[in-house]
């Protein structure tokens, strides 16, 4: 498995609460992206990273903040959670843009 | 837009029944076609990539194939171990590696 590690797995949390999920890799990569999967709606790319403090958005960036300080680490941030961004997060890390993306296990994120 | 669309939903066979999935995709310049497993609550799992039309990749008892237009995945013998969700992603050129998923096959294999 490529060393990825998502955390927490799990969280359960109120709406206007700040929510941070950590996405921790040891396999010094360039690239880091956060997903969010939903029934109905597969994998939707929210932000990516391709490199220390570079960021883009994805499709689904609004409501989402990211940061990368280190090229071991990158954070999404939901300022002030929503019911509507329930989901499963799942972090990605790949060498480079023509390599392939390889996930962690996801955090399980219910707001209630 | 870009657009990636998985067919069937959901597939059952019996071991050993061999069959396909699709999947459709338009794109603005693909770069590459990528298959993922995925198994539940887990991320998903690296299968294949396909970057031009006519390619062809194997890998135990699946195979997928590449057109200008679609990718199968073939599964040929199946066991009950390749119960999974199969899912389908494009990525095109100065994107940024951004990666499209359809919305994914699930497979279940009855001994």
């Known amino acids: 498995d490529a060393g990825i590690t998502q955390s927490p797995r799990h969280k359960v949390t109120e709406t206007g609460t700040p929510v941070t999920l950590r996405c921790h890799q040891t396999?010094?990569?360039?690239?880091m992206y956060w997903y969010r999967q939903d029934p109905g709606h597969g994998l939707r790319l929210i932000h990516y990273?391709?490199?220390?403090?570079?960021?883009d958005k994805g499709e689904v960036s609004d409501g989402y903040s990211v940061s990368r300080s280190k090229t071991e680490d990158f954070l999404l941030t939901l300022e002030s959670a929503t019911s509507s961004q329930t989901s499963v997060y799942f972090c990605?890390?790949?060498?480079?843009?023509?390599?392939?993306?390889?996930f962690g296990d996801g955090t399980r994120l219910s707001i209630l | 837009e870009d657009q990636v669309t998985q067919s069937p939903e959901a597939l059952r066979l019996q071991e050993g029944e061999s069959s396909s999935l699709n999947c459709s995709y338009t794109?603005?310049?693909?770069?590459?076609l990528f298959w993922y497993r995925q198994d539940p609550g887990k991320g998903p799992e690296f299968l294949f990539t396909?970057?031009?039309a006519g390619e062809e990749k194997e890998k135990e008892r699946l195979k997928a194939t590449l057109t200008k237009k679609e990718s199968f995945l073939h599964i040929t013998a199946p066991k009950p171990e390749d119960s999974a969700t199969y899912l389908c992603?494009?990525?095109?050129?100065?994107?940024?590696?951004?990666?499209?998923f359809g919305q994914g096959t699930e497979l279940s294999v009855k001994p």
């Open positions: 990605a890390i790949s060498g480079d843009t023509n390599q392939p993306q390889h």
């Open positions: 396999e010094n990569h360039r690239y």
């Open positions: 990273s391709y490199g220390v403090k570079d960021t």
């Open positions: 794109v603005s310049g693909l770069r590459g």
């Open positions: 396909l970057y031009s």
């Open positions: 992603a494009v990525q095109a050129y100065n994107q940024g590696g951004k990666l499209i």
